[in-house]
């Protein structure tokens, strides 16, 4: 094997439990959040923050910080692709049953 | 040690390794798990519209310490997960194999806790079609059925990793798994972080939003 070929990142323990307290803090935010009861932004919040945690564990704990382009662009569209189907569908729901038919 | 390694010479120690390529592969495995979740978590979202205030006192009956607990448990078991794959390239092959071991004890943590939480339920009486649940309102039998499927497949998720992650704790004592070849102990670290975000978002969906 070459040198090239195994990568030499990632090896720091530190940038792993600081990502950590990072992900425990925040998950310490959102059950705040939701006692808080926040009504109408309460739902966006929880997604908001929880795609934030997602986040950190892609890039630090999965290692996309150091994966080629081509495998970030792969991710973006299957995102993309996952994200554009629960939107459309939630927005033809929502506009079907939405908040006025159920209070 | 890395150094030691010949390139031009291997003739009995060639082996085929294709790094980027096999790590491709786990991802592209990860897509189809993404779009797998994927549809559990549209039919969640249509339904919370449709029947809003049965999600929210269905949702607030969850216990939301337990829940919080096993977010913590399975976000330190990612931890550990990745501080293995590092020691191991660092050549600390102990190190490397008790932090598996560390993540294999919070994964089984994970699923006993998941097993007092569905107890609770099922002592309740509340468990797919038992007459205690179908004589509930359509959008609480719907909130359950989905908090069972979508747990139940997630806790599968956790067992199987669990498991894997056994096989790279021996595959790593008998150096089948090395610090110039930790692409499968690397790929079941993608596997057992993907399952910890699938938790991120089941956790708020179903024991934040009340």
């Known amino acids: ?103 | 040690m890395r150094n030691t390694v010949d390139r031009n010479e291997g003739s009995i120690s060639e082996k085929h390794l294709d790094y980027a390529g096999a790590k491709m592969g786990m991802w592209i495995f990860l897509f189809t798990e993404i779009l797998f979740f994927g549809g559990l978590f549209l039919l969640y979202s249509v339904y919370r519209v449709k029947y809003l205030a049965d999600f929210h006192s269905s949702a607030s009956e969850l216990d939301i310490v337990l829940g919080t607990a096993n977010t913590i448990i399975l976000l330190t078991s990612s931890m550990f997960m990745a501080l293995s794959i590092s020691s191991l390239r660092k050549g600390r092959k102990g190190r490397s194999i008790l932090f598996q071991l560390i993540t294999i004890g919070l994964g089984v943590f994970f699923l006993v806790n998941k097993y007092f939480e569905w107890s609770a339920h099922i002592h309740q009486g509340i468990y797919p079609d038992s007459p205690v649940l179908l004589d509930m309102a359509r959008g609480r039998i719907i909130f359950f059925s989905l908090y069972y499927v979508m747990t139940g497949l997630h806790g599968l998720h956790v067992l199987i990793g669990v498991a894997i992650i056994a096989v790279m704790a021996a595959f790593t004592q008998r150096e089948t798994v090395s610090p110039l070849d930790f692409v499968k102990l690397e790929n079941t670290g993608l596997y057992w972080h993907f399952v910890d975000i699938v938790w991120i978002y089941l956790f708020p969906l179903f024991y934040l939003i009340t």
Do not use: Q
């Not at chain 1, 195994?6 to 006692?35: D, E, F, K, M, Q």
């Not at chain 1, 009504?39 to 908001?48: D, K, P, R, V, W």
């Not at chain 1, 795609?51 to 630090?60: Q, S, Y």
């Open chain 1, 1 to 103: 094997m070459s040198e090239a070929i195994v990568p030499r990142h990632g090896l720091n323990s530190r940038p792993y439990l600081l990502v950590w307290i990072g992900l425990v803090a925040l998950t310490a935010a959102t059950v705040t959040v939701a006692r808080l009861n926040l009504t109408a932004f309460a739902a966006l919040i929880s997604i908001g923050i929880a795609t934030v945690k997602a986040g950190l564990v892609l890039i630090f704990f999965m290692h996309l910080k150091y994966e080629p382009l081509i495998l970030k662009v792969m991710l973006g569209i299957a995102l993309l692709a996952l994200s554009l189907i629960i939107l459309l569908t939630f927005s033809d729901v929502w506009y079907r049953w939405g908040a006025h038919v159920h209070p």
